[in-house]
Every structure is written in structure tokens, then in C-alpha cells.
């Protein structure tokens, strides 16, 4: 997700890389950034490498935008304790980077309301974007809109979401002057649809079906529509192929039968919203579509795929649940080409994978554990982490899940505002979790419970000495976040529920 950058090369990104995070996915739209080194140790609850903290009055999950000295982030509008956390209307803020201040803020209106501060998604689950000159918020209940750097409205774009399923989603992409977003093709249609209901009688499936769609951003004007189709439990991402076109990764399939079929993976071109090419894969694709030039890497069950960028054929395909290598972090044990059960029907917690040279890099999703795939050999490796710490003079690691302390999920204001008793859990699993980012060689991996894990990328083994860091975002059990991480100039700032932080070293 770039901005005023109007990708031709990567030359221009690189240039802007330390300086400014425009969208969800980083200047190079892969979560990837090079540039002064942050903090790899911080704790919010000991104030260590913590530069600002500035409460927002109500929660949200978009992860912060930074174009140099602003930041940019939604919250859902101010609810009340009698509330009934379906609120379909968001507050667009834009604040100091440098000092946390609130400069201004703007209203996004919103037509079908979703529960707020839900695992999957709310309102607020999308990144702003900005390109110095403009910024464009979105609401994932209905609208999108354009705002100049001062606050005022340029235009304001409304819609109907799709009601079937509240999962994130497609993170909008900006490349040249194209939004890329994920709707729905037939709104009147979409109104019919029930939730994890079949489509009604009378009603074209594929009308009902969400779509890429490209959005003129200086006149929010549909560009094209792509015809592959699109499910909402997965993440289309941006990149250029060999040839230097650029193109769009994204997937069909996943739970409560996605009306988009059949399920498997496509490259479509950006330029024209044409498919390059489509393969069919059953299963869940609830992660990031990551590929290169040369790969598009995907899941199917307990394997992974290496496919062709130009062709989709499937050139490698690796179960990643035996012959796997496992360390214990709490131990340091380590045992080799044994069998481990990473998850049942995916081995990924949503949304937590990313590639990093030669290994893809993810979330387990049913044990607490970080693991890598290579893409060239298909070794792969787990390392199990703590499922929360709790920070503090003495501060604690808990390794199980089930003795993790629950999240109050309540906002700044001592409100609690999510309707979802899952939402009380620690993150790992079923839930569209948070995106890791990668700045220079260091992964971060938040989760839901505010508990983050920073680990040395490039390392040799994937044993304890790779786990860098285990950091705080705020006391256990007060924390809350499906945000991802942001980067600029050797800080990162982080969106919980009850505040933006910005983490830095004094």
C-alpha cells in the first residue's frame, strides 16, 4: 500500500522506505521496511522506549498510517454503556507523529452497522492510506473518504457492504492512482443475503459475489471490476511480476462456504482488472497472499505451495506438520523430524503470515508456536512462544493458553465494547489477527492480548536465540489489539484498544 508513489520501480519507494508507512502494507506493500533500527525491548507498562501514549476516546483496529510528521488512524464514534456495539460510523484522526497531539478529525458514516472490536473484523479494520497530499479513510460499514492534509472533505464515497461474513477483508492497496478494494458486485442483491445463509432464489450467485474493484483516488470513481471473485477471509496484496507489470494476488475459500468459487488462487493485472491466470485449490484461505516475481506461496490444509507468478502452476507442494523440527523456547529443547498438529483445518493463525528471503513465516494456529516453511527446500522449523507475558517489576511469561488472563476489552474510557466473548481470549487461532511486519531483519509479531514477539528473521535456526524480545503494548489483561505494527524513522507505533503508542528510543 504506497501513496503519491506511482509505482513504476521500487527506486521511488526506496527512497521514502525510513520515512513514511502510507498504507497497511508498507512502502513496498509486502509489510517490509528498511531504515533507522527501532527498539527491538520496550514495555508500555515500564515506560521503557515509549515516546507517547495518546488515549482515544473510543476503540478500533486499523493499524496507524505515517506520512512524515502526521499519523493517521479510525476509531469507531463514541459509544455509551447502553450501547448495543453495532455501530456503523467511524472517526477519522489525524495526529503529531512526533507528539501524539490530535491535530483533527472527520466523521465517516456508515450503513450496516458490525459488532464492534469483533475478532474478525469491525468498522475500523482498515488502514488509512496517505500520499502527502491526501488522505483516505475508510468505514468498513459503507463509505470511504478523501480528505486533504488540513482536514477538509475532497470527496466522500458510499456503498453497501456485504453482510454475509464481517471478516477483514482486503486492507485497501494504493498504487499509482488506483485504490484497490474488495466489494460487493449487486448491492441490491447484497441487501437479500443472510448471514451464512444460502443466496435466495431468484438471485444470480455471482452478483452477490465480492470483487477486486480499482477506485480512481482523486475522484472515487469504480476504474474496473475483476471477474475471479474474491473472499473476504483472505488478503489480496500488490506486486510486479518479471516483465514489470503489476498485479494483485488473491484467494477463494475458507469457512461457512464462501459464495466465491471455485476456491483456489489468482494473479489478476492491474492495470485492466483482467485475470492473468487462476488455479484451483480447496481450502482455507484466510492469510496474506504474499508472492514475488517469480512465486505466489499459498496454503492448503497442513501444506504449502510454491506456484508459478506467470502461470499459477504448482512447482512445489510440503506438509509443514511432520518431519518438522520443534524447539521449546520455556526449555530449550529441541527435537527433530518429529510430527506436530499446527492446526486442524489451517496450520496458520489468520492474516499472520509472512515471506522473508527463502522462508515463509507464520502463526500456528492451535499451539503456541512460531514457524517457518523455506520456499526452496521446504524444511520447516517451529518455536514455541508464551502465550502472554505480564509485564511488571518481575515481569512473567505464561506458556498455555488456558492460563493466559482474559482481555476485559474495554476502551479508554473504562467501557467494554466487545459483544464477542472470544475477543477475551489470547489471539492465536481463529481470528483475522494482526499482520508481522519486517523492518530490516527483525520480525514483529503482535497478538490480541497486547503480548508482542520479536524475532531475528534471517536466523540460521529457529531456536530460543531467535526470539529477540517478548514486549508488552499495555497490563495483561487490560490490553486489546488486532492492529498491525507501523514504521518510520526508527519508531513503530501501535493502535490498541484505548490508545496510539509510539515506540522509540529516548
Known amino acids: 500500500m504506497i501513496r503519491v508513489l506511482v509505482f513504476g520501480s521500487f527506486a521511488l519507494a526506496a527512497t521514502v522506505c525510513a520515512q513514511h508507512w502510507p498504507q497497511a502494507s508498507g512502502p513496498h506493500l509486502n509489510a517490509k521496511a528498511e531504515g533507522v533500527e527501532p527498539p527491538i525491548k520496550w514495555s508500555v507498562v515500564g515506560e521503557k522506549n515509549i515516546l507517547w501514549r495518546t488515549p482515544l476516546p473510543e476503540g478500533g483496529q486499523s493499524a496507524v498510517t505515517i506520512w512524515g510528521d502526521r499519523a493517521f488512524v479510525t476509531t469507531h464514534r463514541p459509544m455509551n454503556e447502553t450501547s448495543d456495539r453495532l455501530e456503523p460510523n467511524i472517526v477519522g484522526y489525524c495526529l503529531d507523529a512526533n507528539t501524539g497531539k490530535i491535530l483533527w478529525t472527520v466523521d465517516l458514516p456508515g450503513i450496516d452497522p458490525v459488532q464492534t472490536a469483533g475478532i474478525f473484523s469491525d468498522g475500523t479494520v482498515f488502514a488509512p492510506i496517505a500520499d502527502g497530499e491526501h488522505v483516505w479513510f475508510f468505514n468498513r460499514c459503507g463509505s470511504m473518504g478523501c480528505f486533504d492534509f488540513d482536514g477538509k472533505r475532497v470527496w466522500l464515497r458510499e456503498f453497501r457492504p456485504i453482510t454475509r461474513h464481517t471478516n477483514r477483508e482486503c486492507e485497501p492497496i494504493l498504487v499509482g492512482d488506483k485504490i484497490i478494494t474488495v466489494e460487493v458486485r449487486n448491492e441490491e442483491a447484497a441487501k437479500k443475503l443472510e448471514r451464512h445463509k444460502p443466496v435466495p432464489a431468484g438471485i444470480e450467485p455471482r452478483d452477490v459475489w465480492t470483487y477486486l474493484q480499482a477506485i480512481d483516488k482523486r475522484t472515487g470513481k469504480i476504474v474496473w471490476m475483476e471477474e475471479a471473485g474474491t473472499c473476504i477471509h483472505n488478503t489480496p496484496m500488490a506486486g510486479?511480476?518479471?516483465?514489470?507489470?503489476?498485479?494483485?494476488?488473491?484467494?477463494?475459500?475458507?469457512?461457512?462456504?464462501?459464495?466465491?468459487?471455485?476456491?483456489?488462487?489468482?494473479?489478476?493485472?492491474?492495470?485492466?482488472?483482467?485475470?492473468?491466470?487462476?488455479?484451483?485449490?480447496?481450502?482455507?484461505?484466510?492469510?496474506?497472499?504474499?508472492?514475488?516475481?517469480?512465486?505466489?506461496?499459498?496454503?492448503?490444509?497442513?501444506?504449502?505451495?510454491?506456484?508459478?507468478?506467470?502461470t499459477g502452476e504448482v512447482l512445489r507442494t510440503?506438509?509443514?506438520?511432520?518431519?518438522?523440527?520443534?524447539?521449546?523456547?520455556?526449555?530449550?529443547?529441541?527435537?527433530?523430524?518429529?510430527?506436530?498438529?499446527?492446526?486442524?483445518?489451517?496450520?496458520?493463525?489468520?492474516?499472520?503470515?509472512?515471506?522473508?528471503?527463502?522462508?515463509?513465516?507464520?502463526?500456528?494456529?492451535?499451539?503456541?508456536?512460531?514457524?517457518?516453511?523455506?520456499?526452496?527446500?521446504?524444511?520447516?522449523?517451529?518455536?514455541?512462544?508464551?502465550?502472554?507475558?505480564?509485564?511488571?517489576?518481575?515481569?512473567?511469561?505464561?506458556?498455555?493458553?488456558?492460563?493466559?488472563?482474559?482481555?476485559?476489552?474495554?476502551?479508554?474510557?473504562?467501557?467494554?465494547?466487545?459483544?464477542?466473548?472470544?475477543?477475551?481470549?489470547?489471539?492465536?487461532?481463529?481470528?483475522?489477527?494482526?499482520?508481522?511486519?519486517?523492518?530490516?531483519?527483525?520480525?514483529?509479531?503482535?497478538?490480541?492480548?497486547?503480548?508482542?514477539?520479536?524475532?531475528?528473521?534471517?536466523?540460521?535456526?529457529?531456536?530460543?536465540?531467535?526470539?529477540?524480545?517478548?514486549?508488552?503494548?499495555?497490563?495483561?489483561?487490560?490490553?486489546?489489539?488486532?492492529?498491525?505494527?507501523?514504521?518510520?524513522?526508527?519508531?513503530?507505533?501501535?493502535?490498541?484498544?484505548?490508545?496510539?503508542?509510539?515506540?522509540?528510543?529516548?
Not at 254 to 273: C, F, I, Q, R
Not at 378 to 400: D, F, S
Not at 421 to 432: D, I, L, Q
Request: net charge positive; with cysteine.
Open 240 to 310: 510486479q511480476l518479471a516483465d514489470g507489470r503489476w498485479a494483485i494476488a488473491h484467494g477463494r475459500g475458507g469457512a461457512h462456504d464462501p459464495l466465491e468459487k471455485p476456491y483456489g488462487v489468482s494473479l489478476t493485472l492491474l492495470d485492466s482488472g483482467k485475470t492473468l491466470w487462476s488455479r484451483e485449490i480447496h481450502g482455507d484461505c484466510s492469510h496474506n497472499s504474499h508472492w514475488n516475481a517469480k512465486h505466489v506461496f499459498w496454503f492448503r490444509g497442513t501444506n504449502h505451495l510454491v506456484l508459478d507468478s506467470a
Open 318 to 506: 510440503q506438509d509443514i506438520s511432520t518431519k518438522v523440527d520443534f524447539t521449546d523456547a520455556e526449555s530449550g529443547k529441541r527435537e527433530l523430524g518429529i510430527t506436530v498438529k499446527p492446526g486442524k483445518r489451517t496450520p496458520l493463525t489468520n492474516q499472520t503470515n509472512i515471506v522473508v528471503g527463502d522462508w515463509h513465516y507464520f502463526l500456528a494456529h492451535d499451539i503456541t508456536a512460531i514457524g517457518r516453511v523455506n520456499i526452496e527446500t521446504g524444511k520447516t522449523e517451529y518455536l514455541r512462544v508464551p502465550a502472554q507475558l505480564v509485564a511488571g517489576p518481575k515481569p512473567k511469561r505464561i506458556w498455555e493458553k488456558k492460563d493466559a488472563i482474559p482481555n476485559d476489552t474495554k476502551n479508554s474510557r473504562d467501557i467494554d465494547i466487545a459483544t464477542d466473548k472470544r475477543a477475551k481470549g489470547t489471539g492465536w487461532g481463529h481470528v483475522s489477527a494482526a499482520s508481522p511486519i519486517l523492518v530490516n531483519r527483525h520480525l514483529f509479531f503482535p497478538i490480541m492480548n497486547g503480548t508482542v514477539y520479536v524475532v531475528d528473521a534471517f536466523a540460521e535456526t529457529l531456536h530460543q536465540s531467535a526470539l529477540l524480545a517478548v514486549n508488552d503494548l499495555g497490563p495483561a489483561g487490560e490490553t486489546w489489539t488486532l492492529a498491525s505494527f507501523s514504521y518510520a524513522n526508527g519508531k513503530l507505533w501501535m493502535h490498541t484498544m484505548k490508545e496510539v503508542i509510539c515506540i522509540g528510543s529516548k
